[in-house]
């Protein structure tokens, strides 16, 4: 066959049958807010590389300041321009979807990490050392812990202001995570967010080999979850002939039609549906922190910097959560009776594993890794329900979560002694006559943990558990509300050991944050005792966006 011949053949192949290749049709208006972060993330890349290193900080900081709350905007303008409930739509040719869900997740996952930016950028915590301000992260990231080239760092004042583009690149792909609506998207959108995570873990300034080790499990026991949600993702392609959610949903329905012949043989095989669809929600529950797939929560909780521990404590559980929502709601919602049996018993052991095995903790910060296992449990007794009222109960829960979770961090970076954060309990001892101010917001915020009326906590609780009960899920309930009270005490161990307990001569101080980090701890304060008193508006928002679109 002659060149030409072959030449027009491939072209005639490439054209496909009619003879075009269709355009891609791209809803940018409605994708603005993933747009403008990862638009920001590229030139805060920019920034490192042009801008004199004394002006990187204040310019990373307005940055990424500037683009989340332009991205909140953009969010709100969608919702109140009706793409939250009735405009909803799939945007980007099937692969993004625009709806309730998406906008309310997206706006959260974006105030989260606005407060979560002010502990970043916080340097007045560590005394100046050589005459320059230090923050959270180490000077210069890429020399060994304790050698040379370190020491020179700190003494010529380096700072890694590199962890502003990487959180920003993080928040772009947990936009996208909760209303992707194919799978290639999902992975895509996961491995965004997690591969700036592996790297913000291991950059921590003290303790610089303990958050070394805890980025390295990180990175492992993910790319681990990533394989299985990858071979997941293959064999419901095979069993559906399509990474499309809805064309998967009607696949499982029985209601597809015009069959693809050389996909005839594998669709509708039963076996690749359970297997794919079993390892796509392992890689989604290993995201969320859910036993047995939680191994690595209180390593990487203890071992990262402080400030991103708290950042990805709440963004990455509210942008799990929400694909975990799509994929059972949207995807497979025809194979509840099979899918419910096994995230009955992950929500069980998850609510009374964190539970019982916070209790034996020392390190506050483990302790609180362990908690958000618990939350996990509670938030997954949401997702059974499987009815709207489930939806955004979840949804409630996740905002209620987030803000606690930040404070909570962020109150810990304040208690310092010799060696960086004071993170024992056994140095808490007593911090309540030391600094009553900072001790009652810490109390505050661990009532709310423990679920405890007029807070945050107690509402968000009540809301799951209720939309757990009307679904059918009573079972579930007795359990939470038994891990409930096993979890209250090691949460209200805490305020006794801050208000009842002797302090020690060598204990350690509170530092004097500076304007950031009081604003990250006030919203905290405040978001928990509004969410706590006045609940109701808020309830109302999560149900108007607890519809997905189809």
Known sequence: MSATAVHSLWTMGAAGPMGKIPTPHIEYAQLTPVLIILGAAMVAVLVE??????????????????????????????????????????????????????????????????????????????????????????????????????????????????????????????LVFPAANDLLTLFVALEVFSLPLYLLCAVARRKRMMSQEAAVKYFLLGAFSSAFLLFGIALLYGYAGSVSYARIADVVDGTVQNVDPALAQTMGNDALLLIGGAMILLGLLFKVGAVPFHMWTPDVYQGAPTPV???????????????????????????????????????IITMLGGAIVAITQTDIKRMLAYSSIAHAGFILAGVIATTPQGVSSVLFYLVTYS????GAFAVVTLVRDAGGEATHLSKWAGLGRRSPLVAAVFAVFMLAFAGIPLTSGFSGKFAVFKAAADGGAGGLVVVGVISSAIAAFFYIRVIVLMFFSEPKADGPTVAVPSPLTMTTIGVGVAVTLVLGLAPQYFLDLANQAGVFVR
Do not use: C
């Open 403 to 406: 803000f606690v979770t930040i």
């Open 49 to 174: 590389a042009f801008v004199p290193r004394r002006g990187r900080y204040y310019a990373q900081v307005f940055l990424a300041v500037v683009a989340i709350v332009a991205s909140f905007a953009a969010v709100v303008a969608l919702a109140a321009g009706g793409y939250g409930s009735t405009k909803a739509h799939i945007a980007a040719m099937g692969a993004v979807a625009v709806d309730g869900p998406a906008l309310f997740l997206q706006g959260t996952i974006l105030l989260a990490s606005l407060v979560a930016v002010f502990t970043f950028a916080e340097r007045r915590l560590d005394p100046e050392v050589h005459g320059n301000r230090t923050d959270s992260f180490a000077a210069q990231a890429a020399s060994v812990p304790g050698s040379e080239s370190e020491k020179e760092a700190v003494k010529a004042g380096f700072t890694t202001t590199e962890v502003f583009p990487l959180v920003l690149f993080a928040i772009g792909g947990m």
């Open 309 to 347: 521990t708290g950042f990805m404590a709440a963004a990455t559980k509210v942008a799990a959560f929400g694909a975990l929502l799509r994929l059972l709601y949207v995807v497979l919602p025809g194979m509840r009776w099979d899918w419910r049996p096994v995230m009955w018993a992950v929500a």
